[in-house]
Every structure is written in C-alpha cells, then in structure tokens.
C-alpha cells in the first residue's frame, strides 16, 4: 500500500511560537520565530521521510468553525492569536508550498476535518495512511492500516494503540470525547464522568447510542460510581449528544483533486529564495530546503 503522510500543521506552529524565542525578524522587522521553528519541522520531516504524498494542514477556523454555530462555546477557552502570529501562520503555508507540499486551509473547517476527508478520500484509492499530531483527537481515524505519529517526540501507535492509550477502540473515540468533554476545545461532556468510567461504559454498551437506549442498566453495572454515572449521563442527556456532535471529525469535506494531488512535488526553488530573503533566513536553512527533493 502507498502511504498518504498528513501533518496538522497548527501544533507545530504553536510549539515554535512558544518554544522559540523572540529574535528571529523579517526585512519589516516582525517576529518570524514561528516560520523559523516549523521550517526546521519541516525539514526534519520531509528529510526523514522522504513520503511520496503529503499534505499540510492549517487551521484558519479559530472563531469561525460550523463547530462555533451549533456551540458558541466551542474553544472560547483559547485566546486568540495576535496579529503577529497570524501574519507567521501565513508565512508557514508559503514554506510548505514553496517545498512542494500540498497545503489545505478553511474559514469553516478545522484542520482535523481536512485531514479526516483525506484520509477518507485516500482509503478509496488504496493508501494507509499517517496522521502527523500528537492530538488525541485523531485517534478517531486510525483504521487498521493506518498510525499516528507524534514526530518530536518520535512515537507512532496504531489502532491497538489507540486503544493502549485512552481504553476505547478508534471507533469509540468520539463517543468517549462525549462523555469525558475536552478541556483544551471546551467540549463540555457530561460533567463528572471520566476517561476511566467512559472506558467502562463504552466496553459495555459499544456505543453512546446503545448507552442512552439502554441507560436504566447503567447502576447495576459491577464498577465504583455506577449509580452517579447513572445519574449523571441521564441529567446531560443533551450535552452528551452535543459533544458526540463537536468531537466527530468531518470526513466528506470537498477537496481539490483527487490523492495525486497530495503528491509530494519539487520545491520551488525561485519562490524559496524570495521568501528566505524577506524572512531573512541563513544559509544553513536556505540549503537544506534547496537539497530537498521528492525520490525520482
């Protein structure tokens, strides 16, 4: 099977925005420390990997989500980005497309949402696939063939991995991030029902569907906390329907083209040199992206 390498974009943006300090600078003076930390991600990656087909995604959707109609609550936790990493997320999509790498972004659709299309997409032509992000979101994608890698801290899981990690099998993931909720996209679940009790009941029931149709079995079940659960699930009824709602990953986004279009292509090496001379990168990183180059 061909393989199909699918990077969420943002999280290494964030790592460099705060990881890197302040001292990087275009030829306007603005902060260029972000572009200059996934830069080097990227190298790091497509060095290392040599992939036949990849896809950068980003998200440009922070307020302006579908998530953010059917909950205005989603993700107002987070602060927004400041004009000044704004401008860098834009410099990032230039560096990826200057190196060949196909780049997604939507005002409506998450990142998460253009990678779980691909994916799909991807599956109807015969790849497995790679979904680069340490988010535990994506567990919700991991089909038989498929892994998550979280490159910088080099650990790759599969389906049974996913399973190691949060107790549910990948299919599961949206039904347990509806009861558990999720702090970081403030997906509110159902309050007071954990990873361990959502692990129990979805080992149960298979699913939220069957647990709501069946949830007068719920406090006779064998664990600590059955009859609070119990309690708890029947009076969030609704919430936990919404949040099974905000934690599914869109998988029939429209996309441009068909997987061949997600190949990886030879970096542009005019438009390269234009933009390192307005980012004002040295020659270490001007030449590693010129060195770069899909295998013939």
């Not at 060949?100 to 691909?118: K, T």
């Not at 994608?141 to 892994?147: Q, Y």
């Not at 069957?210 to 119990?230: C, D, H, K, N, S």
Request: hydrophobic share 45%; net charge negative; charged share 25%.
């Amino acid at each position: 099977m061909q393989t199909l390498h699918l990077i969420d974009s943002s999280l290494y943006v964030f790592r460099a925005w705060h990881s890197l300090p302040d001292e990087f600078h275009d030829v306007d003076g603005a902060p260029v420390n972000a572009v200059q930390g996934y830069t080097r991600f990227l190298c790091d990656f497509l060095e290392r990997t040599r992939p036949t087909h990849v896809l950068a995604a980003f998200d440009e959707s922070l307020v302006s989500s579908f998530r953010n109609a059917i909950y205005p609550e989603y993700k107002a936790n987070r602060e927004l980005p400041p004009p000044e990493l704004k401008v860098q997320f834009a410099y990032c999509k230039q560096v990826a497309a200057a190196l060949g790498v196909a780049v997604l972004a939507d005002e409506q659709l998450e990142a998460d949402d253009l990678i779980g299309s691909a994916v799909e997409m991807s599956r109807r032509e015969n790849f497995r696939n790679v979904i680069v992000s340490a988010d535990k979101d994506f567990g919700q994608l991991v089909g038989l063939h498929d892994e998550q890698w979280d490159f910088s801290k080099d650990q790759r899981w599969d389906a049974q991995g996913v399973k190691q990690r949060l107790g549910v099998r990948p299919d599961q993931v949206v039904d347990y991030l509806a009861l558990t909720g999720d702090a970081i996209d403030n997906i509110p679940g159902v309050p007071g029902v954990g990873p361990k009790t959502a692990a129990t009941l979805l080992a149960h029931f298979g699913s939220l569907d069957a647990l709501l149709t069946r949830i007068e079995e719920v406090p006779y079940l064998r664990f600590r906390g059955a009859a609070q659960a119990y309690a708890k699930i029947k009076a969030h009824r609704e919430q936990a329907l919404l949040s099974q709602r905000l934690s599914a990953i869109v998988l029939d986004a429209p996309l441009p083209g068909g997987v061949d279009s997600l190949r990886w292509r030879a970096p542009d090496h005019g438009a390269l040199d234009a933009l390192f001379d307005r980012l004002r990168f040295g020659p270490l990183t001007r030449s590693r992206c010129k060195a770069l180059a899909p295998a013939a």
